[in-house]
């Protein structure tokens, strides 16, 4: 009886183990016919291109392909077949995890923390889902030192796994308590993104960041550390570039300073710079009266920046320009970044390329189409066996969307070319001024008569290192961010000029 007894135990448990064994989240699929078995073994197996096959045969027009359950089931294949989007899109806006069985919102989890499409925030969570994974704005209000260590609270409170959550909180620290001149906590909010494993923001942008507030505390050496952070791969390089040179001027590092100037106004770069840095080569040559210099460098201006300007005039005060619509489209499909629009940079305005609600509406808009052209050749496929009312509904509100996507992103180009216009404006008003005192200078001083000395004699110990005066705008790609200058002095006395 004891021997039966144990007998029947050992059966029992061996049972139980290969139950656990073969157990699948989606056991709870139905199974009352042949299509509804079939689709519930190839879920169990992973196979999920053919599963997504057969969905409408087993389960179109059931009870359950209506239910919670079954629109999130078949979210999860679209999620499977290459279609995060649309799958996401349509798990959100139709269902709530307390609708859906459990096993199954275990699987969707991994999902949602893993897709790139959740963490930057382009289908934006709510309710029960937010509850899993919180991708929200996370706006943050900075006043007062106060605010800040609440803030700071408020990313410390949040779940470990939600590091991008509290990275968007980090972030707006770093850039709003300078603001206020809280220096040390944007500092620390710097470290903690950098050293975090954060996604969303880069860590060129940190650099940057970084050298700014360092700038601002005064630390020099440190900013200038921090700018040559920024890789020349990055789309920040110039404007760290910019301000690494400002940084030299202020610590009157005038041949560092002149260095910097002579690669920011090569026309290599004549799309990627601002006026800003035409301004500040003229500033440069004035503190070192070099005057021909000014005048060269306004001729340089005009020559690579009159095209340029008219074309971002035209899109500020129409929507549009000559080139915009090739190079938009050209962005559809590689992508925001300069590789992409080529020959079509001058049409749009540079900060374009890292704002972040335009490059978020052309990203989203690039995705979806691409989403939308595989979800076409789906759906040819599976009307052979019975089309399906829930992807032909999903893609008509992402084209929709991408459309809406679309208009946003030129929207944003026309408010920030308005914005480029206006610096044009700004800083060629600042660049007549110190024309004019170059002129007022060769007119009134007579200390600028006569012959000024030349350089001593420069030794150059590097053997593969050149040395040649910068008399020629032929620009060599890898003398870039290279140039090594020496400055002479003013003149202070009669007889020495240029």
């Avoid at 009266?289 to 005039?313: A, G, M």
């Amino acid at each position: 009886m004891i021997a039966r007894s144990l007998l029947a135990l050992l059966i029992l448990l061996s049972g139980s183990f290969a139950s656990a064994e073969t157990a699948s989240p989606f056991d709870f699929l139905p199974q009352s016919n042949g299509a509804e078995k079939e689709f519930r073994d190839l879920m169990r197996a992973g196979n999920y291109r053919q599963a997504l096959m057969t969905w409408g045969s087993a389960h179109e027009k059931s009870d359950f392909g209506t239910s919670p359950s079954g629109i999130a089931t078949y979210s999860y294949l679209l999620i499977q077949n290459g279609l995060p989007y649309l799958g996401f899109n349509l798990l959100v806006h139709q269902t709530k995890p307390k609708q859906i069985k459990p096993s199954l919102v275990k699987v969707l989890e991994v999902s949602l923390k893993n897709s790139p499409l959740i963490q930057k925030g382009y289908i934006p969570l709510a309710g029960g889902w937010r509850s899993i994974v919180n991708n929200e704005s996370a706006t943050v209000r900075i006043k007062n030192k106060r605010d800040i260590n609440a803030a700071f609270l408020r990313a410390n409170r949040a779940p470990k796994d939600q590091v991008n959550y509290k990275a968007r909180i980090w972030w707006q620290i770093a850039t709003m308590a300078p603001q206020i001149n809280q220096l040390d906590d944007a500092l620390r909010a710097l470290k903690l993104l950098s050293e975090s494993g954060q996604s969303v923001i880069g860590q060129d942008q940190i650099a940057l960041a970084r050298g700014r507030v360092l700038y601002q505390k005064g630390d020099l050496q440190a900013a200038i550390k921090a700018y040559n952070e920024v890789p020349k791969s990055s789309i920040l390089w110039t404007d760290a570039l910019e301000e690494r040179a400002w940084t030299h001027l202020r610590s009157d590092d005038f041949d560092s300073a002149l260095g910097d100037s002579i690669t920011l106004v090569s026309p290599a770069l004549a799309a990627l710079v601002g006026p800003e840095s035409y301004f500040f080569v003229h500033l440069m040559a004035l503190k070192a009266c070099d005057y021909p210099r000014v005048f060269k460098n306004s001729e340089n201006f005009k020559k690579h920046q009159r095209q340029r300007l008219t074309e971002i005039q035209k899109l500020a005060n129409t929507g549009n320009n000559d080139k915009l619509l090739k190079a938009i489209g050209q962005m559809e499909t590689k992508g925001v970044n300069l590789e992409a629009v080529g020959a079509t940079v001058d049409s749009i305005p540079r900060a374009a390329f890292r704002d972040r609600e335009f490059i978020k509406a052309m990203d989203l808009r690039r995705h979806v189409l691409r989403e939308l052209k595989t979800a076409s050749e789906v759906r040819d496929f599976t009307r052979i066996l019975g089309e399906s009312t829930l992807l032909s509904k999903s893609m008509g509100e992402a084209t929709v969307k991408a459309d809406n996507a679309r208009q946003t992103a030129i929207s944003r180009l026309r408010v920030l070319a308005r914005k480029e216009v206006k610096e044009f404006r700004d800083i060629l008003n600042k660049m007549h001024i110190v024309e004019a005192e170059v002129i007022h200078r060769l007119h009134v001083d007579e200390n600028l008569k006569g012959k000024r000395p030349n350089l001593a004699k420069t030794e150059v110990k590097d053997k593969d290192v050149l040395v040649f005066p910068y008399t020629s705008d032929e620009v060599w790609f890898d003398e870039l961010d290279n140039y090594k200058a020496r400055v002479k002095d003013c003149p202070s006395i009669k007889e020495a000029s240029l």
